[in-house]
């Protein structure tokens, strides 16, 4: 196996976390809407017509129910990829590499806030970055 197609390899096993959590995000951020939308209002007796589709009570609920269910699945799969994640970074020689690459895949910083955080010049914490991926 290539160096390149091993660094891809380990990367792509870490970016299960950030993938995972993307999907989650937009999941919380739809319930978040759905909750706003449909928040219970007074009901309109307006004669005027209304020019929107009307969804009834039940399809809301569904709707809500189902990505309750899909959310709760994929913060349980989220929760044991970050287990097995911390895992191998802590079996990791370098524990500084190991601190990139949690504030990086598992925290979701960008490798310039990393840098900031950790008092590092960005090209060293690319190159921790790179290192501690080829580590794994």
Same mark, same amino acid.
Do not use: W
């Given at each position: 196996?290539?160096?390149?197609?091993?660094?891809? !390899?380990?990367?792509?096993?870490?970016? !299960?976390?950030?993938?995972?959590?993307?999907? $989650?995000?937009?999941?919380?951020?739809?319930?978040?809407?759905?909750? @706003?939308?449909? /928040?219970?209002?007074?009901?309109? *007796?307006?004669?005027?017509?209304?020019?929107?589709?009307?969804?009834?009570?039940? /399809?809301?609920?569904? !709707?809500?129910?189902?990505?309750?269910?899909?959310?709760?699945?994929?913060?349980? @799969?989220?929760?044991? $990829?970050?287990?097995? $994640?911390? /895992?191998?970074? +802590?079996? +990791?020689?370098?524990?500084?590499?190991?601190?990139?690459?949690?504030?990086?895949?598992?925290?979701?910083?960008?490798?310039?806030?990393?840098? /900031?955080?950790?008092?590092?010049?960005?090209? !060293?914490?690319?190159?921790? *970055?790179?290192?501690? $991926?080829?580590?794994?």
């Amino acid at each position: 196996m290539g160096s390149d197609s091993k660094f891809k !390899q380990h990367k792509d096993y870490l970016m !299960q976390y950030r993938k995972i959590h993307t999907k $989650i995000d937009r999941l919380r951020n739809k319930l978040n809407r759905l909750n @706003e939308r449909y /928040d219970l209002k007074g009901i309109s *007796y307006s004669s005027q017509p209304s020019g929107s589709v009307k969804q009834t009570l039940d /399809d809301v609920l569904a !709707q809500k129910e189902y990505i309750e269910n899909r959310l709760g699945k994929l913060e349980d @799969e989220s929760f044991r $990829i970050r287990n097995e $994640i911390q /895992d191998k970074l +802590l079996d +990791l020689d370098n524990q500084l590499e190991a601190e990139v690459l949690d504030l990086y895949f598992l925290e979701r910083y960008s490798l310039t806030e990393i840098a /900031d955080t950790l008092c590092y010049s960005e090209r !060293q914490i690319e190159r921790l *970055y790179a290192n501690g $991926i080829m580590s794994v």
